[in-house]
């Protein structure tokens, strides 16, 4: 409030608070990472005496600020990430926007036949799991032509 008051949009910044804002207290700084994870701010500053050890705790924020030299600003304005980040908990599965959101890819799928018959029981087991009986023929009759063969 002391800062806040200083500052020319102060009216909004109070109502801001007064309707939205709240404070919420912790004794353990892993029960604090837990709850950030579930709100998935766009921003988190992370500001202790060791802010790089929660950050194996840390898993759904847009950008994550560590220690006091890091304020948020810094990254809109100076440090280079991307300025475009998830928003209202989105980055629970989203990822902030970067050159490689605009990049097409293609997966490449290879497999001999011994690789693909050493799955292929539990290929088929989770295609008919699905009701997508074609999907668990095209395994098997890759495997029952050859038996066909070797029977004959």
Request: hydrophobic share 40%; glycine share 4%.
């Amino acid at each position: 409030e002391r800062q806040a008051k200083l500052l020319p949009r102060w009216d909004i910044i109070k109502e801001s608070v007064a309707n939205y804002g709240c404070a919420i207290v912790f004794d353990d700084l892993k029960d604090a990472c837990r709850m950030a994870d579930v709100v998935a701010p766009e921003h988190l500053e992370i500001v202790t005496a060791a802010p790089r050890e929660l950050l194996p705790y840390l898993h759904n924020a847009g950008a994550i600020f560590l220690g006091q030299y890091a304020p948020e600003p810094l990254g809109d304005y100076m440090a280079g990430p991307c300025h475009v980040l998830p928003t209202s908990g989105t980055a629970r599965f989203f990822s902030p926007l970067s050159t490689d959101t605009f990049l097409k890819k293609t997966s490449v799928i290879e497999y001999t036949r011994d690789a693909l018959e050493s799955y292929a029981q539990d290929i088929i087991a989770l295609a008919q799991s699905e009701h997508l009986d074609a999907h668990a023929n095209s395994i098997a009759v890759r495997f029952a032509e050859e038996n066909d063969n070797e029977n004959r």
